[in-house]
Each structure stands twice: as structure tokens, then as C-alpha cells.
């Protein structure tokens, strides 16, 4: 069975940290571009961040620039979302995507572009 699995989410205080998996059984990640997205109650999932197959190139939404870090370890088969000074606003939950072929920049970050998506993981930034 195919399965993209995230960890890592929680209760975090404004300006706290968490650091994200994403974790794949069934398949490798290798040459798959992946994605983290994050959606909250009523409103759209968004593109947060995405790294190419082999972590050299990236892409970041403007809101996490310079915050969050998006890395892989292709031997472990996970991808990873580090997330520094949290805000309220970065409340949402999260899910990881992967998608075969060549990175993209303008596309990575867009939801229609992946085939394959986790279940989620709820990151809650609160004092």
C-alpha cells in the first residue's frame, strides 16, 4: 500500500518551533517532487513549501520565507519541515504531497499539481 505519512505537528507557543516528517512506505520518494501544504477550516489548502528530488532546489511561500525550512533525506525516504517562530496565523493542518517528474517552481507550490497526499498533521500555535 502506497502512503505518504506526516508527523511532528502540535501545540506550539508563539515563536516556538516544530519540525515536520513526511514519510513514505510503500514507494520511495526518490524523483518525486515533494510538497507541504496547510489548510485551516474554510479556506483553501495552500502551497507552504516544496523541494525537488534531489533537496537542491526549493520554493517557499512568502508568509514562511526566512521562517520555515523545507529539507529530505532520500536514504530515510522523508521529506522535513522545519518551522521557526511560529505564528498564530501558521495554525492549520499540514500534509505533505509527492509528485513524479521534474521540479517546477511555478507549479510546486500549486495543489492540482500532486497525485499522492498524506493524511495530515495539526500544528496548533498558541499561548
Known amino acids: 500500500q502506497l502512503q505518504l505519512v506526516e508527523s511532528g505537528g502540535g501545540l506550539v507557543q508563539p515563536g516556538g518551533s516544530l519540525r515536520l516528517s513526511c514519510a513514505a512506505s510503500?514507494?520511495?520518494?526518490?524523483?518525486?517532487?515533494i510538497g507541504w501544504f496547510r489548510q485551516v477550516p474554510g479556506k483553501e489548502r495552500e502551497g507552504v513549501s516544496c523541494i525537488s528530488s534531489s533537496g537542491a532546489m526549493t520554493n517557499y511561500l512568502d508568509s514562511v520565507k526566512g521562517r520555515f525550512t523545507i529539507s529530505r533525506d532520500n536514504a530515510k525516504n522523508t521529506v522535513y519541515l522545519q518551522m521557526n517562530s511560529l505564528k498564530p496565523e501558521d495554525t492549520a493542518i499540514y500534509y505533505c504531497?509527492?509528485?513524479?517528474?521534474?521540479?517546477?517552481?511555478?507549479?510546486?507550490?500549486?495543489?492540482?499539481?500532486?497525485?499522492?497526499w498524506g493524511q495530515g498533521t495539526q500544528v496548533t500555535v498558541s499561548s
Open positions: 504531497a509527492a509528485r513524479a517528474g521534474p521540479f517546477t517552481p511555478s507549479m510546486c507550490l500549486a495543489r492540482g499539481w500532486y497525485g499522492s
Open positions: 510503500g514507494f520511495t520518494l526518490d524523483y518525486k517532487t
